[in-house]
């Protein structure tokens, strides 16, 4: 069956430092892949989405995301965080021609020290 | 409407019991989908609908669950003989359509408790 794995449970950064999540799936053919964020309380959020073209992907406050696909792999990052990206973050992806439904890995909660 | 909704937002009941939960999804989105999410896991496919029949239902672990989207708009999910495993979030997303893949709006989730 396919997966999705996310390699950290929980992540704990001080304010400035650079994030790095990482989001491995496991199928060889097309991909659709997401990125979501759930902040305390709140609702799944899209941070970013590649379907196509260039690899990297940019999405909101200051995410972005790199498609490698001989690695299998959709990392996140943020070159600086925030106290309020603390949030559990959630890749997902959709296979092409297999089915509408995500497939969403684990998750990785991060905390982001003051 | 401006996001999806989910009713009730917490429901408590009885081991052996009927629950119902219902999804509003964005107006205008045809296709709509509900997933299931246990503490400390990402959240996991039950069911989707385009319009008003259920597209792929192969995520329901067995016939206790049902849902229903008789007008193509407002769904319900409907577990019978609830046991305690049943207990987790159930979240609602709707979108677009499915094809090419697009965003899926999620709700803010029904917390079931089975005691």
């Known amino acids: 069956a396919q997966s999705v794995s996310q390699h950290n449970h929980h992540v704990i950064l001080s304010e400035a430092a650079s994030l790095e999540l990482g989001c491995n799936y496991s199928?060889?053919?097309?991909?659709?892949l997401f990125w979501y964020v759930q902040y305390p309380g709140q609702h799944l959020q899209l941070l970013l989405k590649y379907f196509s073209g260039d690899p990297l992907v940019k999405g909101i406050k200051g995410f972005e995301a790199e498609f490698i696909k001989s690695k299998f792999s959709f990392n996140l990052r943020k070159p600086s965080v925030q106290w309020s990206d603390t949030a559990e973050y959630f890749c997902?992806?959709?296979?092409?021609?297999?089915?509408?439904?995500?497939?969403f890995g684990p998750g990785t909660r991060l905390s982001v020290l003051p | 409407g401006a996001g999806v909704s989910q009713t009730p937002s917490n429901k408590v009941t009885e081991k052996g019991k009927y629950v119902e939960l219902r999804c509003d999804p964005i107006s205008g989105h045809t296709a709509l989908y509900w997933y299931r999410q246990s503490l400390g896991q990402g959240p996991e496919f039950l069911i989707y609908?385009?319009?008003?029949?259920?597209?792929?239902d192969s995520g329901l672990p067995n016939d206790r669950f049902f849902a229903v989207r008789p007008e193509g708009s407002v769904s319900t999910l409907k577990i019978q003989r609830t046991e305690r495993g049943d207990s987790a979030v159930y979240l609602c997303a709707s979108s677009q359509g499915t094809f090419p893949p697009y965003e899926q709006y999620f709700g803010p989730g029904t917390r079931l408790t089975v005691t």
């Open positions: 997902a992806v959709i296979i092409d021609n297999y089915g509408q439904n995500f497939v």
């Open positions: 609908f385009q319009g008003t029949g259920a597209a792929d």
């Open positions: 199928y060889g053919g097309t991909v659709n």
